[in-house]
Protein backbone atom coordinates (compact mmCIF):
# COMPACT_ATOMS: atom_id res chain seq x y z
CA UNK A 1 0.00 0.00 0.00
CA UNK A 2 2.79 2.13 0.56
CA UNK A 3 4.06 1.96 -3.09
CA UNK A 4 0.65 2.94 -3.94
CA UNK A 5 0.13 5.93 -1.69
CA UNK A 6 3.40 7.05 -3.80
CA UNK A 7 2.76 6.36 -6.96
CA UNK A 8 -1.04 7.78 -6.84
CA UNK A 9 0.59 11.88 -6.37
CA UNK A 10 -0.55 12.76 -9.51
CA UNK A 11 -0.98 16.80 -9.53
CA UNK A 12 -4.67 17.90 -10.91
CA UNK A 13 -3.69 20.10 -13.65
CA UNK A 14 -2.40 16.45 -15.12
CA UNK A 15 -5.31 15.05 -14.09
CA UNK A 16 -7.79 17.08 -16.43
CA UNK A 17 -4.82 17.37 -19.53
CA UNK A 18 -5.14 13.31 -19.50
CA UNK A 19 -8.84 13.55 -19.57
CA UNK A 20 -8.48 15.85 -22.81
CA UNK A 21 -5.94 13.53 -23.84
CA UNK A 22 -7.92 10.44 -23.54
CA UNK A 23 -10.90 12.18 -25.74
CA UNK A 24 -8.24 13.25 -28.28
CA UNK A 25 -6.57 10.04 -28.80
CA UNK A 26 -10.26 8.35 -28.78
CA UNK A 27 -10.80 10.13 -31.80
CA UNK A 28 -7.59 9.46 -33.52
CA UNK A 29 -8.37 5.47 -33.06
CA UNK A 30 -5.70 4.66 -30.30
CA UNK A 31 -6.49 1.84 -28.36
CA UNK A 32 -5.73 0.18 -24.47
CA UNK A 33 -4.08 -3.10 -24.35
CA UNK A 34 -6.35 -6.10 -25.27
CA UNK A 35 -7.30 -9.63 -23.90
CA UNK A 36 -9.10 -12.80 -24.77
CA UNK A 37 -12.55 -12.95 -23.42
CA UNK A 38 -13.21 -13.34 -19.69
CA UNK A 39 -14.79 -16.68 -18.97
CA UNK A 40 -18.30 -16.16 -18.60
CA UNK A 41 -20.34 -16.75 -15.22
CA UNK A 42 -21.84 -19.63 -16.19
CA UNK A 43 -19.29 -21.49 -16.88
CA UNK A 44 -16.18 -20.32 -13.98
CA UNK A 45 -16.88 -23.48 -12.35
CA UNK A 46 -15.24 -25.57 -14.98
CA UNK A 47 -12.57 -23.20 -16.07
CA UNK A 48 -8.97 -24.60 -15.23
CA UNK A 49 -5.19 -24.00 -16.11
CA UNK A 50 -4.62 -26.41 -19.13
CA UNK A 51 -2.93 -29.66 -18.02
CA UNK A 52 -2.94 -28.54 -14.44
CA UNK A 53 -6.49 -29.39 -13.39
CA UNK A 54 -7.77 -28.94 -9.57
CA UNK A 55 -5.06 -26.64 -9.07
CA UNK A 56 -6.85 -24.09 -7.47
CA UNK A 57 -9.91 -23.18 -5.22
CA UNK A 58 -12.48 -20.06 -4.87
CA UNK A 59 -11.61 -18.88 -1.57
CA UNK A 60 -15.25 -17.69 -1.04
CA UNK A 61 -17.09 -20.90 -2.50
CA UNK A 62 -18.03 -24.23 -1.89
CA UNK A 63 -15.01 -25.94 -0.04
CA UNK A 64 -15.01 -29.38 -0.49
CA UNK A 65 -12.35 -29.55 -3.41
CA UNK A 66 -9.89 -28.18 -0.59
CA UNK A 67 -11.24 -30.33 2.06
CA UNK A 68 -10.45 -33.31 -0.06
CA UNK A 69 -7.11 -32.03 -1.28
CA UNK A 70 -6.48 -31.17 2.87
CA UNK A 71 -7.40 -34.75 3.79
CA UNK A 72 -5.36 -36.34 1.15
CA UNK A 73 -2.15 -34.15 2.67
CA UNK A 74 -2.84 -35.77 5.73
CA UNK A 75 -3.19 -39.57 4.71
CA UNK A 76 0.65 -38.27 2.90
CA UNK A 77 1.88 -37.82 5.80
CA UNK A 78 1.36 -40.84 7.87
CA UNK A 79 2.34 -42.56 5.41
CA UNK A 80 5.27 -40.64 5.31
CA UNK A 81 5.58 -40.90 9.34
CA UNK A 82 5.25 -45.12 8.61
CA UNK A 83 8.03 -44.76 6.61
CA UNK A 84 10.32 -43.05 9.38
CA UNK A 85 9.34 -45.99 11.37
CA UNK A 86 7.04 -43.29 13.37
CA UNK A 87 3.98 -45.29 15.34
CA UNK A 88 2.75 -42.30 17.98
CA UNK A 89 0.09 -40.12 17.13
CA UNK A 90 0.09 -37.43 14.44
CA UNK A 91 2.10 -34.48 15.62
CA UNK A 92 1.20 -30.85 16.11
CA UNK A 93 0.54 -29.20 13.10
CA UNK A 94 1.60 -25.37 12.53
CA UNK A 95 0.33 -23.47 10.25
CA UNK A 96 1.62 -19.79 8.88
CA UNK A 97 -0.23 -17.17 7.50
CA UNK A 98 1.67 -14.26 5.63
CA UNK A 99 -0.08 -11.30 4.58
CA UNK A 100 0.28 -8.05 2.00
CA UNK A 101 2.21 -5.13 2.98
CA UNK A 102 4.34 -3.79 -0.07
CA UNK A 103 7.89 -2.69 1.29
CA UNK A 104 6.81 -3.60 4.81
CA UNK A 105 7.24 -7.43 3.19
CA UNK A 106 10.90 -6.69 5.12
CA UNK A 107 8.86 -7.18 8.91
CA UNK A 108 8.17 -10.69 8.12
CA UNK A 109 11.29 -11.79 6.39
CA UNK A 110 13.45 -9.97 9.25
CA UNK A 111 10.98 -12.08 11.81
CA UNK A 112 11.46 -15.62 9.87
CA UNK A 113 15.52 -15.00 9.96
CA UNK A 114 15.46 -14.15 13.45
CA UNK A 115 12.90 -17.16 14.58
CA UNK A 116 15.59 -19.30 12.60
CA UNK A 117 18.20 -17.73 15.15
CA UNK A 118 16.47 -17.95 17.68
CA UNK A 119 16.12 -21.87 16.90
CA UNK A 120 12.46 -21.74 17.82
CA UNK A 121 11.12 -21.92 13.89
CA UNK A 122 8.62 -24.87 13.69
CA UNK A 123 8.86 -26.91 10.03
CA UNK A 124 5.47 -25.63 9.25
CA UNK A 125 2.60 -27.90 8.02
CA UNK A 126 0.98 -24.95 5.65
CA UNK A 127 2.19 -22.04 4.77
CA UNK A 128 0.04 -19.37 2.94
CA UNK A 129 0.69 -16.01 1.60
CA UNK A 130 -0.91 -12.81 -0.18
CA UNK A 131 1.34 -10.00 -1.94
CA UNK A 132 4.07 -9.54 -0.54
CA UNK A 133 3.69 -12.76 1.61
CA UNK A 134 3.27 -14.66 -1.58
CA UNK A 135 6.36 -13.65 -2.55
CA UNK A 136 8.41 -14.76 1.06
CA UNK A 137 5.66 -17.78 1.02
CA UNK A 138 8.02 -20.33 -0.98
CA UNK A 139 11.42 -19.23 1.02
CA UNK A 140 9.35 -19.30 4.67
CA UNK A 141 7.82 -23.06 3.42
CA UNK A 142 11.11 -24.85 2.86
CA UNK A 143 12.74 -23.33 5.70
CA UNK A 144 15.75 -21.31 7.37
CA UNK A 145 17.88 -23.20 4.65
CA UNK A 146 16.34 -20.52 2.54
CA UNK A 147 16.91 -17.32 4.83
CA UNK A 148 19.91 -16.01 2.67
CA UNK A 149 17.60 -15.57 -0.20
CA UNK A 150 14.81 -13.90 2.11
CA UNK A 151 16.96 -11.58 3.18
CA UNK A 152 18.50 -10.92 0.15
CA UNK A 153 15.63 -10.15 -1.50
CA UNK A 154 14.34 -7.51 1.40
CA UNK A 155 17.71 -5.80 2.03
CA UNK A 156 19.25 -6.01 -0.98
CA UNK A 157 16.64 -5.14 -3.66
CA UNK A 158 15.59 -1.54 -4.72
CA UNK A 159 12.51 0.52 -6.39
CA UNK A 160 14.38 -0.47 -9.80
CA UNK A 161 14.54 -3.79 -9.20
CA UNK A 162 10.83 -4.27 -8.54
CA UNK A 163 9.08 -1.46 -11.25
CA UNK A 164 9.47 0.92 -14.15
CA UNK A 165 7.97 3.95 -13.62
CA UNK A 166 5.38 4.85 -17.01
CA UNK A 167 4.69 8.23 -18.11
CA UNK A 168 0.92 9.97 -17.13
CA UNK A 169 -0.40 8.92 -20.18
CA UNK A 170 -0.09 5.30 -18.97
CA UNK A 171 -3.39 5.86 -16.99
CA UNK A 172 -5.65 6.10 -20.03
CA UNK A 173 -3.50 4.24 -22.42
CA UNK A 174 -2.05 1.27 -20.61
CA UNK A 175 -2.83 -1.15 -17.67
CA UNK A 176 -0.90 0.22 -15.08
CA UNK A 177 1.38 3.37 -14.00
CA UNK A 178 4.12 1.28 -13.43
CA UNK A 179 6.20 -1.46 -16.06
CA UNK A 180 6.99 -4.68 -13.36
CA UNK A 181 9.18 -6.26 -16.36
CA UNK A 182 12.08 -6.04 -13.67
CA UNK A 183 9.90 -7.73 -10.78
CA UNK A 184 9.44 -10.79 -13.43
CA UNK A 185 13.31 -10.97 -14.06
CA UNK A 186 13.75 -11.14 -9.91
CA UNK A 187 10.77 -13.54 -9.44
CA UNK A 188 12.55 -15.90 -12.50
CA UNK A 189 15.99 -15.57 -11.26
CA UNK A 190 14.99 -16.24 -6.80
CA UNK A 191 12.40 -18.58 -7.88
CA UNK A 192 13.89 -21.73 -10.02
CA UNK A 193 13.35 -25.07 -10.86
CA UNK A 194 15.32 -26.40 -8.04
CA UNK A 195 13.20 -24.58 -5.97
CA UNK A 196 9.97 -25.85 -7.40
CA UNK A 197 11.34 -29.66 -7.29
CA UNK A 198 11.98 -29.00 -3.30
CA UNK A 199 8.60 -27.75 -2.97
CA UNK A 200 7.02 -30.74 -4.70
CA UNK A 201 9.36 -33.07 -2.53
CA UNK A 202 7.69 -31.90 0.34
CA UNK A 203 4.03 -32.09 -1.69
CA UNK A 204 4.89 -36.00 -0.97
CA UNK A 205 5.00 -35.08 2.85
CA UNK A 206 1.58 -33.89 2.76
CA UNK A 207 2.86 -30.45 3.42
CA UNK A 208 0.75 -27.58 1.59
CA UNK A 209 1.73 -24.14 0.22
CA UNK A 210 -0.88 -21.58 -1.10
CA UNK A 211 -1.39 -18.38 -2.28
CA UNK A 212 -3.70 -16.02 -2.89
CA UNK A 213 -4.56 -13.73 -6.21
CA UNK A 214 -8.22 -11.87 -6.92
CA UNK A 215 -9.97 -12.82 -10.17
CA UNK A 216 -11.19 -9.29 -11.21
CA UNK A 217 -13.11 -10.61 -13.82
CA UNK A 218 -14.85 -12.68 -11.02
CA UNK A 219 -14.19 -9.89 -8.39
CA UNK A 220 -13.42 -12.74 -6.30
CA UNK A 221 -10.53 -14.25 -4.03
CA UNK A 222 -8.44 -17.49 -5.60
CA UNK A 223 -6.13 -19.54 -3.71
CA UNK A 224 -3.39 -21.46 -5.55
CA UNK A 225 -2.08 -24.57 -4.48
CA UNK A 226 1.61 -24.51 -5.38
CA UNK A 227 2.73 -27.87 -3.72
CA UNK A 228 -0.18 -29.27 -5.79
CA UNK A 229 1.37 -27.43 -9.17
CA UNK A 230 5.34 -28.29 -8.36
CA UNK A 231 3.65 -31.96 -7.78
CA UNK A 232 2.51 -32.17 -11.59
CA UNK A 233 5.55 -31.91 -12.78
CA UNK A 234 3.86 -30.38 -15.92
CA UNK A 235 6.35 -28.43 -18.12
CA UNK A 236 4.84 -25.27 -17.72
CA UNK A 237 4.85 -25.38 -13.67
CA UNK A 238 7.96 -23.38 -13.31
CA UNK A 239 6.19 -20.90 -15.19
CA UNK A 240 2.99 -20.89 -13.95
CA UNK A 241 4.18 -20.51 -9.98
CA UNK A 242 6.38 -17.14 -11.06
CA UNK A 243 3.19 -16.18 -13.18
CA UNK A 244 1.64 -16.09 -9.73
CA UNK A 245 4.07 -14.59 -7.50
CA UNK A 246 3.85 -11.79 -9.53
CA UNK A 247 -0.04 -11.70 -10.03
CA UNK A 248 -0.80 -12.05 -6.12
CA UNK A 249 1.57 -8.85 -6.04
CA UNK A 250 -0.07 -6.34 -8.83
CA UNK A 251 -1.53 -3.91 -7.06
CA UNK A 252 -4.18 -2.43 -9.55
CA UNK A 253 -3.69 0.68 -11.19
CA UNK A 254 0.14 0.35 -9.72
CA UNK A 255 1.23 -2.88 -11.29
CA UNK A 256 -0.20 -4.05 -14.16
CA UNK A 257 -2.37 -7.39 -14.36
CA UNK A 258 -1.88 -10.72 -14.87
CA UNK A 259 -3.32 -12.25 -17.49
CA UNK A 260 -3.76 -16.21 -16.92
CA UNK A 261 -4.87 -18.58 -20.14
CA UNK A 262 -7.34 -21.13 -18.81
CA UNK A 263 -10.14 -23.22 -20.87
CA UNK A 264 -13.84 -23.92 -19.81
CA UNK A 265 -16.18 -26.22 -22.25
CA UNK A 266 -13.38 -26.51 -24.74
CA UNK A 267 -12.60 -23.01 -25.28
CA UNK A 268 -10.31 -20.75 -24.43
CA UNK A 269 -10.02 -17.63 -22.29
CA UNK A 270 -8.27 -15.31 -20.03
CA UNK A 271 -9.03 -14.50 -16.59
CA UNK A 272 -7.22 -10.87 -15.41
CA UNK A 273 -5.83 -11.58 -12.20
CA UNK A 274 -4.34 -8.55 -9.67
CA UNK A 275 -2.76 -8.68 -5.86
CA UNK A 276 -4.57 -10.67 -3.43
CA UNK A 277 -4.78 -7.94 -1.36
CA UNK A 278 -7.50 -6.71 -3.55
CA UNK A 279 -10.09 -9.39 -1.61
CA UNK A 280 -8.11 -10.20 1.48
CA UNK A 281 -4.77 -8.96 3.39
CA UNK A 282 -4.19 -12.47 4.52
CA UNK A 283 -5.73 -15.91 4.59
CA UNK A 284 -5.46 -19.31 5.96
CA UNK A 285 -7.94 -21.67 4.68
CA UNK A 286 -11.76 -21.00 3.17
CA UNK A 287 -13.74 -20.31 6.07
CA UNK A 288 -16.41 -22.14 4.91
CA UNK A 289 -14.31 -25.38 6.07
CA UNK A 290 -15.25 -26.78 9.16
CA UNK A 291 -11.58 -28.69 10.36
CA UNK A 292 -13.24 -29.44 13.40
CA UNK A 293 -15.90 -31.35 11.58
CA UNK A 294 -13.73 -32.80 9.28
CA UNK A 295 -11.20 -33.71 11.32
CA UNK A 296 -13.36 -35.90 13.33
CA UNK A 297 -15.16 -37.48 10.31
CA UNK A 298 -12.15 -38.40 8.88
CA UNK A 299 -10.38 -39.60 12.10
CA UNK A 300 -7.98 -36.98 12.34
CA UNK A 301 -6.72 -35.85 16.63
CA UNK A 302 -3.50 -33.62 17.24
CA UNK A 303 -2.89 -30.04 18.21
CA UNK A 304 -3.31 -26.91 15.68
CA UNK A 305 -1.44 -23.66 15.94
CA UNK A 306 -1.61 -20.68 14.10
CA UNK A 307 1.27 -18.26 13.06
CA UNK A 308 -0.13 -14.93 11.36
CA UNK A 309 2.12 -12.16 10.05
CA UNK A 310 0.63 -9.21 9.52
CA UNK A 311 2.87 -6.84 7.20
CA UNK A 312 1.50 -3.54 8.66
CA UNK A 313 1.09 -1.46 11.58
CA UNK A 314 -1.87 -1.75 13.76
CA UNK A 315 -2.19 1.40 15.11
CA UNK A 316 -3.69 4.06 13.79
CA UNK A 317 -1.31 6.45 11.09
CA UNK A 318 -2.23 10.31 11.53
CA UNK A 319 -1.03 12.46 8.50
CA UNK A 320 -2.68 16.24 7.50
CA UNK A 321 -4.59 15.34 4.06
CA UNK A 322 -3.79 17.87 1.60
CA UNK A 323 -7.26 19.47 0.59
CA UNK A 324 -6.75 17.75 -3.33
CA UNK A 325 -9.22 15.33 -4.79
CA UNK A 326 -5.85 12.16 -5.11
CA UNK A 327 -4.70 12.78 -1.43
CA UNK A 328 -8.11 12.50 -0.03
CA UNK A 329 -8.88 9.53 -2.37
CA UNK A 330 -5.45 7.61 -1.71
CA UNK A 331 -5.78 8.70 1.63
CA UNK A 332 -9.35 6.95 2.02
CA UNK A 333 -8.09 3.78 0.27
CA UNK A 334 -5.09 3.56 2.70
CA UNK A 335 -7.74 3.78 5.53
CA UNK A 336 -9.56 1.01 3.90
CA UNK A 337 -7.11 -1.28 3.34
CA UNK A 338 -5.71 -0.66 6.91
CA UNK A 339 -9.18 -1.73 8.39
CA UNK A 340 -9.89 -4.74 5.57
CA UNK A 341 -6.62 -6.08 7.37
CA UNK A 342 -7.77 -5.88 10.61
CA UNK A 343 -11.43 -7.36 9.59
CA UNK A 344 -9.33 -10.45 7.84
CA UNK A 345 -7.27 -10.82 11.27
CA UNK A 346 -10.70 -11.05 13.62
CA UNK A 347 -12.18 -13.16 10.76
CA UNK A 348 -9.04 -15.50 11.08
CA UNK A 349 -9.15 -15.77 14.85
CA UNK A 350 -13.34 -16.63 15.13
CA UNK A 351 -12.32 -19.63 12.57
CA UNK A 352 -9.53 -20.76 14.95
CA UNK A 353 -11.56 -20.34 18.29
CA UNK A 354 -14.66 -22.28 16.19
CA UNK A 355 -11.52 -25.43 14.90
CA UNK A 356 -10.07 -25.55 18.04
CA UNK A 357 -6.83 -23.70 16.91
CA UNK A 358 -4.28 -21.85 19.12
CA UNK A 359 -4.05 -17.87 17.27
CA UNK A 360 -1.07 -15.97 17.61
CA UNK A 361 -0.48 -12.84 15.56
CA UNK A 362 2.48 -10.46 15.14
CA UNK A 363 2.81 -6.91 13.38
CA UNK A 364 5.07 -3.56 13.16
CA UNK A 365 5.39 -2.23 16.34
CA UNK A 366 4.11 1.16 16.99
CA UNK A 367 8.16 2.37 18.18
CA UNK A 368 9.34 1.80 14.57
CA UNK A 369 9.00 5.45 12.68
CA UNK A 370 11.06 5.37 10.07
CA UNK A 371 9.66 7.17 7.00
CA UNK A 372 9.38 5.72 3.72
CA UNK A 373 10.88 8.24 1.09
CA UNK A 374 10.48 6.26 -2.41
CA UNK A 375 8.98 3.08 -3.25
CA UNK A 376 11.05 -0.26 -1.83
CA UNK A 377 13.21 2.61 -0.02
CA UNK A 378 15.98 0.32 0.68
CA UNK A 379 17.26 2.23 3.98
CA UNK A 380 13.13 1.58 5.05
CA UNK A 381 13.34 -1.57 4.26
CA UNK A 382 16.77 -2.87 5.69
CA UNK A 383 15.66 -1.17 8.96
CA UNK A 384 12.55 -2.93 9.26
CA UNK A 385 14.23 -5.88 8.77
CA UNK A 386 15.84 -5.64 11.45
CA UNK A 387 13.02 -4.69 13.77
CA UNK A 388 11.71 -8.01 12.66
CA UNK A 389 14.95 -10.06 13.57
CA UNK A 390 15.62 -9.07 16.53
CA UNK A 391 12.38 -9.10 17.93
CA UNK A 392 11.93 -13.01 16.91
CA UNK A 393 15.72 -13.63 17.61
CA UNK A 394 15.35 -12.46 21.58
CA UNK A 395 11.95 -14.28 21.62
CA UNK A 396 9.02 -12.41 20.00
CA UNK A 397 5.71 -12.11 22.53
CA UNK A 398 3.10 -13.44 20.29
CA UNK A 399 -0.19 -11.39 20.55
CA UNK A 400 -3.37 -14.25 21.48
CA UNK A 401 -5.87 -12.17 19.95
CA UNK A 402 -6.52 -9.61 17.28
CA UNK A 403 -5.71 -5.93 18.08
CA UNK A 404 -8.83 -4.29 20.40
CA UNK A 405 -10.23 -7.90 20.71
CA UNK A 406 -11.36 -8.79 24.50
CA UNK A 407 -11.52 -12.37 25.54
CA UNK A 408 -14.23 -12.97 27.74
CA UNK A 409 -14.52 -13.68 30.87
CA UNK A 410 -15.80 -17.63 31.57
CA UNK A 411 -17.78 -16.95 34.94
CA UNK A 412 -18.36 -20.77 36.66
CA UNK A 413 -21.72 -22.16 36.15
CA UNK A 414 -24.40 -22.03 38.42
CA UNK A 415 -26.19 -24.67 39.78
CA UNK A 416 -28.86 -25.96 38.16
CA UNK A 417 -32.54 -24.56 39.61
CA UNK A 418 -34.02 -27.55 40.12
CA UNK A 419 -31.29 -28.96 42.54
CA UNK A 420 -32.26 -26.02 44.57
CA UNK A 421 -35.56 -26.62 44.32
CA UNK A 422 -35.48 -30.12 45.19
CA UNK A 423 -33.15 -28.94 48.47
CA UNK A 424 -35.73 -26.57 49.50
CA UNK A 425 -38.14 -29.15 49.11
CA UNK A 426 -36.15 -31.64 51.23
CA UNK A 427 -36.00 -29.10 53.83
CA UNK A 428 -39.54 -28.22 54.03
CA UNK A 429 -40.27 -32.12 54.90
CA UNK A 430 -37.43 -32.35 57.51
CA UNK A 431 -38.97 -29.43 59.34
CA UNK A 432 -42.87 -30.64 59.07
CA UNK A 433 -42.06 -34.48 60.28
Partial sequence: MQTLRHMAKIPTALTVLAGFL????????????TRLDAV???????????????VRYWADGDPSDFTRDALEAVQ???????????RGPLPPAEFLAISGGGEDGAFGAGLL??????????????VTGISTGALIAPFAFLGPEYDDKLKEVYTSVTG?????ERGYLAAIMNDAMADTTPLRKLVRRLFDQKMLDAIAVEHEKGRILLIGTTDLDARRPVIWNVTKIAASHHPQALELVQTLLVASAAIPGAFPPVMISVEADGQKFEEMHVDGGATAQVFVYPPGLDI???SQQAGITRQRRLFVIRNARLDPDWAQVERRTLSIANRAVASLIQTQGIGDLYRIYIAAQRDGIDFNLAYIPESFKTTLREPFDPVYMNELFKVGYDLAATGYSWAKTPPGYTAPEVEPPLPPKTTKVKTEKRSAARNSS
Fill in 22 to 33: LVLLGATGCTSP
Fill in 40 to 54: PVAVQAKASVVGMPG
Fill in 76 to 86: REREQLQRANY
Fill in 113 to 126: VGWSAAGTRPRFKA
Fill in 160 to 164: KDILE
Fill in 292 to 294: RGA
